[in-house]
């Protein structure tokens, strides 16, 4: 019932940017938290960056002074710009939305994910 599409990754040399898009679209009331990960091949997938409704960010340690998180809650939007790029931020990105409430079941808070989008940096 609900879709996120992941936008803008890609190949990037070192010290370049990228800007991830995520678009949660359907039954959507309310998301209170949405937020990017990360999965390198043979490591855990891991929290990159956060945001709540009311603009709460948190960042991994890796990413802070790097990277910047924004939302924009009308459009049910998340973004995340990645500035000085090294070849360690090489994974798969995930969009996560947190806490999502739906029209059609206001009871219940759920959870989504989408399917990623590969950032590469590499010279």
């Known amino acids: 019932q609900v879709q996120l599409v992941e936008s803008g990754g890609g190949l990037v040399q070192p010290g370049g940017s990228l800007r991830l898009s995520c678009a949660a679209s359907?039954?959507?009331?309310?998301?209170?938290?949405m937020g990017w990960y990360r999965q390198a091949p043979g490591k855990q997938r891991e929290l990159v960056a956060g945001?709540?409704?009311?603009?709460?960010?948190n960042y991994a340690d890796s990413v802070k002074g790097r990277f910047t998180i924004s939302r924009d809650n009308a459009k049910n939007t998340v973004y995340l710009q990645m500035n000085s790029l090294k070849p360690e931020d090489t994974a798969v990105y995930y969009c996560?939305?947190?806490?999502?409430?739906?029209?059609?079941?206001?009871?219940?808070?759920?959870?989504?994910w989408g399917q990623g989008t590969q950032v590469t940096v590499s010279s």
């Open positions: 945001i709540t409704t009311g603009s709460s960010t």
């Open positions: 996560n939305a947190d806490g999502v409430v739906l029209t059609t079941s206001p009871s219940r808070v759920y959870d989504y």
């Open positions: 359907g039954s959507i009331g309310t998301i209170y938290a």
